[in-house]
């Protein structure tokens, strides 16, 4: 029950990435289609050829502590400067 809810979320965020519609509107019924057959895929892919999970769990706790540590707070220091000058 949790991949179609992950699966959910990851389609919609890749639709306002790529196509840049953040909008409430629904996805196209093709577009849509796409996205979740090329989700799906990326996914079936990796658990066929990871036999260690341990593998990818250390590579994606190495990129998001990465993104936090350094990357996050970054950001968010520019856009609170940017408010800043604005205002």
């Given at each position: ?11 919609h ?10 909008s ?35 590579l ?28």
């Amino acid at each position: 029950l949790t991949f179609p809810m992950e699966l959910f979320v990851a389609r919609h965020a890749l639709n306002n990435i790529i196509f840049g519609d953040p909008s409430n509107m629904p996805i196209p019924t093709t577009r849509h289609v796409v996205i979740t057959l090329s989700l799906w895929t990326l996914a079936l892919i990796v658990a066929l050829t990871v036999s260690n999970l341990g593998l990818v769990l250390e590579l994606v706790g190495a990129f998001s502590g990465s993104m936090i540590g350094y990357i996050f707070p970054a950001l968010c220091y520019l856009k609170v400067r940017r408010k800043n000058r604005k205002a």
